[in-house]
T-cell receptor
Framework: DVKVTQSSRYLVKRTGEKVFLECVQDMDHENMFWYRQDPGLGLRLIYFSYDVKMKEKGDIPEGYSVSREKKERFSLILESASTNQTSMYLC?????????FGSGTRLTVV | GQSLEQPSEVTAVEGAIVQINCTYQTSGFYGLSWYQQHDGGAPTFLSYNALDGLEETGRFSSFLSRSDSYGYLLLQELQMKDSASYFCAVSVADDKIIFGKGTRLHILP
C-alpha cells in the first residue's frame, strides 16, 4: 500500500512564526498535493507538484509556499503564520484514479 | 467557475440503503471519485468512475452519467461504522482533483 506520512499530527505555533509541514510518500509518485480542510469549506488545494523542483499554485496559495527538493518529500511552508491559517492540513500523493492522503496535521496558530 | 454539489447531510437507518448524489460543473473531466472520511481521520479513497455506469465494490457502488454531469455513491446494508463524511471529487486536467464539500452521513440504530 502507498504510504503518505506527515511528520506532525498536531502543532501549535505563534503568530508570525515560520512553519514547516513535512510530507513523505514511499511509492515514487510524481504528483503530490497540499490541501487544507475547514468546516463547511471542504478540501481546498493550496499547492501541488508534478516533479522535483516543480510547483503549481492551487486555489488558495496566498500565505504559503512549498518545496520539493526530492521526489518523495513535499514541504508546505507558512512564511509568517497567522490565526486564519489555523486548519487541518492534508498532504496527498496520486494514483492514476485517486489520491492517498496522509493522516493530516492539525495546526493551531495562536 | 468549477463546482461540485452534494447534500451537506444525510440520515439513514442501520441495515438500510442510502444514496449520496453529486452533480458537477467543471472545465475538464476525466472521472468521478468518492472518498470516505471518519472524524479526526484522513480521507480514504473508495471508488473511481471514468465511464458511464455502475461500479460495485462490496457494499458500496458508484454510478456516473457524464451526459448529466451526475454521479452517486450507494451504500447498502448500512453499518454504524459507515457513519462518516463522504466526498465526491472530479479529476480534471493534469491529474488534479477538485473536491465537493462533503456529505455527513448519520446512521441511526
Amino acid at each position: 500500500d502507498v504510504k503518505v506520512t506527515q511528520s506532525s499530527r498536531y502543532l501549535v505555533k505563534r503568530t508570525g512564526e515560520k512553519v514547516f509541514l513535512e510530507c513523505v510518500q514511499d511509492m515514487d509518485h510524481e504528483n503530490m498535493f497540499w490541501y487544507r480542510q475547514d468546516p463547511g469549506l471542504g478540501l481546498r488545494l493550496i499547492y501541488f507538484s508534478y516533479d522535483v523542483k516543480m510547483k503549481e499554485k492551487g486555489d488558495i496559495p496566498e500565505g504559503y509556499s512549498v518545496s520539493r527538493e526530492k521526489k518523495e518529500r513535499f514541504s508546505l511552508i507558512l512564511e509568517s503564520a497567522s490565526t486564519n491559517q489555523t486548519s487541518m492540513y492534508l498532504c496527498a500523493s496520486s494514483l492514476p484514479s485517486g489520491y492517498t492522503f496522509g493522516s493530516g496535521t492539525r495546526l493551531t496558530v495562536v | 467557475g468549477q463546482s461540485l454539489e452534494q447534500p451537506s447531510e444525510v440520515t439513514a437507518v442501520e441495515g438500510a440503503i442510502v444514496q449520496i448524489n453529486c452533480t458537477y460543473q467543471t472545465s475538464g473531466f476525466y472521472g468521478l471519485s468518492w472518498y470516505q472520511q471518519h472524524d479526526g481521520g484522513a480521507p480514504t479513497f473508495l471508488s473511481y468512475n471514468a465511464l458511464d455506469g455502475l461500479e460495485e465494490t462490496g457494499r458500496f457502488s458508484s454510478f456516473l452519467s457524464r451526459s448529466d454531469s451526475y454521479g452517486y455513491l450507494l451504500l447498502q446494508e448500512l453499518q454504524m461504522k459507515d457513519s462518516a463524511s463522504y466526498f465526491c471529487a472530479v479529476s480534471v486536467a493534469d491529474d488534479k482533483i477538485i473536491f465537493g464539500k462533503g456529505t455527513r452521513l448519520h446512521i441511526l440504530p
